[in-house]
């Protein structure tokens, strides 16, 4: 069942701009994640935050969790072409056993030179 | 390299044929994922693997038979597809739930059924 919901579905906005995706999910969760992926590729994983953390940092990257809105954001600053792509939130709602993340059906986000 | 590969990238395959999907990773993971991936829709978990084991079944067909000899070898035997499986396949490994750290992705087999 689909867990996480991003938002925008797609995003376009000029280099050196700021970039801002939003995910809501719908049940409790361990953490979540935000994944990126160029065309037609795998994805990569670019951050984790737990349930219990409210914001983390990774370069360019900001990501938020407010887990009584159930909801997350990916604030990428200072845009480069390169970042052009999708991106995806994933849930892990479970406590044993291996991780088994849920995706969202991404934001596709392009930087327009 | 992200340290996960998938064989091949690319395959187009009849509707009666039989053919393999392979998937390695020597990262240490213990955990092994199959995903599909279909235009306009969310990746679908179709199996997990944990220490060799099953654990998941996302109520998968039967025509998709996953094989899991060790923890860093995965396979997903096709047969009989039918057009609407055609999709990018992701495989996925991860570390045990103590040191979770999110998945590493291979680049995916682009699967065409005709």
């Known amino acids: 069942s689909q867990q996480g919901e991003e938002d925008p579905q797609a995003l376009s906005i000029q280099e050196g701009e700021n970039a801002t995706m939003n995910c809501s999910y719908k049940?409790?969760?361990?953490?979540l994640q935000w994944y990126r992926q160029n065309s037609g590729r795998g994805l990569v994983h670019l951050i984790l935050i737990r349930s219990n953390e409210r914001e983390k940092h990774s370069g360019r990257l900001r990501v938020t969790l407010d887990t009584s809105k159930k909801s997350s954001s990916l604030l990428i600053t200072a845009s480069r072409a390169a970042d052009t792509a999708s991106y995806f939130c994933?849930?892990?709602?479970?406590?044993?056993?291996?991780?088994?993340?849920?995706f969202g059906q991404g934001t596709r986000l392009t930087i327009n030179p | 390299e992200t340290g996960v590969t998938q064989t091949p990238r690319h395959l187009v395959m009849g509707m009666t044929n039989k053919k393999s999907l392979k998937c390695e990773q020597h990262?240490?993971?213990?955990?092994m994922y199959w995903y599909k991936q279909s235009a306009k829709k969310p990746l679908e978990l179709m199996f997990v693997y944990n220490f060799k084991e099953q654990t998941e079944n996302n109520s998968v067909p039967s025509r998709f038979s996953p094989e899991c000899p060790n923890s860093s070898h995965l396979f997903l035997h096709l047969h009989t597809l039918q057009p609407e499986d055609s999709a990018l396949y992701l495989c996925a490994s991860s570390q045990h739930r103590g040191r979770i750290n999110g998945y590493t992705f291979g680049s995916g087999t682009r699967l065409t059924v005709v």
């Open positions: 049940t409790s969760i361990n953490n």
């Open positions: 990262l240490g993971h213990n955990a």
């Open positions: 994933a849930t892990d709602a479970g406590d044993q056993g291996a991780q088994k993340l849920v």
